[in-house]
């Protein structure tokens, strides 16, 4: 599904190799008081990057100036993250999977801080080989946050989680949107800047997505609901893919796993189809996903956007390893592009996450009993978006 560009195979690839060796590098002594190095690099100010530079670094493929930018910024954004994390309740912060990920984020700091600035050809390429292990190495960061707070997270307010989580996935998304698009210098590929698709038509990714999701949940389920793609079919926009590609996952599971448990629940015997318009506007492009999958109760739909907020059944959490979807998705996850089928309840949240970085949307119109309409609408990327839009 995601073999889009040769940098996403190659993400890909690595996600199923095993971890480089920077995460085997872990702080001895938890909570460590490297505070001063830490402490000094959260303290500096973040450079913000428009969007509009980013693109100009795209087209003129100048991959020196911009790993000088990022030697310079992204240390001080994992800084951030070491130093928010440190700050969590000491029960949170010990849960496996959170210290899990802080040792990640303070191996991650160590390293990029510490290596030379490049100055030529040959350093940018070291440092560019530094920062795709790097990459590979943070795949598992949003599962293993999911199941840390799934753990431990009664021990926050909700409020607190929320934030944290909030600043959190915002600061990784911005980390990788700057290292992913320095890594896709390197490829030359007709209709694209750095990670950006000049040329993305909407409708051939969801119906990639569709078809995929579709299989799996035969597999899981032995049957899947058609689809259908009307409206603006031959829509086309700029776009990071890799961004809608894990929307349209998200929401593409929740319609099957929906509709088909809907089915089993009130004896239909066929599933309705998927709906999915497209619609594209002068700035922007909305697409409705529409399912007769039951909607989403009263009780329950003010809470969908909650950290770690799922209506699967308890057993099913148990036994996700056993689960097709969670598996495969599991892998997907660490491309970026794809997230649990269902139990970890990061979903929704990061997609709505995903939908708002560049100014969109994502807005969902329940009909308690019969199914769901899920809105998402995002602009196409250009350098007139506004100018103090900063990744």
């Not at 996952?249 to 929740?254: D, G, I, P, V």
């Not at 969109?360 to 769901?372: I, N």
Request: charged fraction near 25%; proline fraction near 5%; aromatic fraction near 8%.
């Amino acid at each position: 599904m995601s073999a889009k560009t040769p940098l996403a195979v190659r993400l890909l690839q690595r996600a199923h190799s095993p971890a480089p060796s920077v995460t085997a590098r872990r702080c001895l002594s938890g909570w460590k008081a490297s505070s001063t190095r830490v402490e000094e690099y959260a303290k500096a100010p973040i450079t913000p990057v428009t969007l509009s530079h980013l693109l100009e670094l795209g087209k003129t493929r100048n991959a020196l100036e911009s790993a000088q930018l990022l030697h310079k910024e992204l240390p001080k954004r994992l800084a951030r993250r070491v130093r928010a994390i440190q700050k969590l309740p000491f029960i949170v912060g010990v849960n496996p999977w959170i210290k899990k990920v802080y040792e990640l984020y303070f191996d991650s700091f160590e390293t990029l801080s510490n290596i030379p600035a490049p100055l030529d050809a040959a350093s940018e390429k070291d440092f560019a080989d530094t920062l795709s292990d790097l990459v590979a190495s943070h795949h598992d960061v949003i599962p293993d946050l999911a199941k840390g707070f799934r753990e431990s997270g009664k021990h926050m307010s909700k409020e607190e989680k929320t934030r944290f989580l909030d600043d959190m996935i915002h600061a990784r998304i911005a980390i990788r949107v700057l290292a992913e698009h320095h890594l896709a210098l390197k490829d030359q590929i007709s209709g694209w800047i750095g990670i950006v698709n000049t040329r993305l038509f909407p409708a051939t990714l969801i119906r990639s997505t569709a078809e995929y999701v579709q299989e799996l949940c035969e597999i899981n389920y032995g049957s899947a609901p058609d689809f259908e793609i009307d409206g603006d079919v031959d829509t086309m926009m700029a776009y990071i893919s890799v961004h809608l590609d894990y929307i349209f996952m998200e929401l593409l599971k929740n319609a099957n796993r929906a509709t088909v448990e809907h089915s089993f629940r009130v004896g239909r015997r066929a599933h309705p189809r998927i709906q999915i318009t497209i619609a594209q506007g002068s700035e922007d492009v909305t697409v409705r996903i529409r399912d007769q999958g039951g909607g989403i109760s009263p009780e329950d739909l003010p809470r969908v956007f909650e950290y770690s907020f799922t209506t699967v059944p308890k057993m099913e959490l148990e036994e996700e390893d056993s689960n097709i979807f969670s598996t495969q998705a599991r892998l997907n996850m660490q491309a970026g592009i794809g997230g649990p089928i269902a139990g970890l309840g990061f979903g929704l949240p990061m997609s709505r996450i995903y939908a708002r970085y560049f100014g969109g949307s994502l807005d969902l119109r329940s009909v308690s009993g019969h199914g769901l309409d899920v809105f998402l609408r995002v602009p196409t990327i250009t350098q007139s978006l506004p100018t103090n839009m900063t990744i």
